[in-house]
């Protein structure tokens, strides 16, 4: 079992930033992708941003240029530095882990944070 714990949320005035981190820990071999999320109200789940073993990253259009994804491999962490932060940034994040599990089959994984609020206001 592979866990995630997320932090760094909370409510910010607009053009203002924000840091997100989520830690995996538990069984993990390898990790092969870390990625943010984020769902408003009445909206699906949308991919922000995306980083991969190798330090390959992609985003959302909607995030380009604002937002920054970065992990620490000896932390299991993945971050999401947020700038010039918009109302319609509003949502609740949610980070995603996939890779393998350190056990004697190497199962692979895919774990979800539970989600940190992000509130900013006009």
């Known amino acids: 079992q592979v866990q995630l714990v997320e932090s760094g949320g909370g409510l910010v005035q607009a053009g203002g930033s924000l840091r997100l981190s989520c830690a995996a820990s538990?069984?993990?071999?390898?990790?092969?992708?870390m990625a943010w999320h984020r769902q408003a109200p009445g909206n699906k789940r949308e991919l922000v941003a995306i980083?991969?073993?190798?330090?390959?990253?992609n985003y959302a259009d909607s995030v380009k240029g604002r937002f920054t994804i970065s992990r620490d491999n000896a932390k299991n962490t993945v971050y999401l530095q947020m700038n010039s932060l918009k109302p319609e940034d509003t949502a609740v994040y949610y980070c995603s882990v996939q890779g393998l599990e350190a056990t004697i089959f190497r199962s692979n994984f895919a774990s979800w944070g539970q989600g940190t609020q992000v509130t900013v206001s006009s």
């Open positions: 980083i991969i073993n190798g330090g390959s990253t």
């Open positions: 538990g069984s993990i071999f390898r990790i092969d992708s």
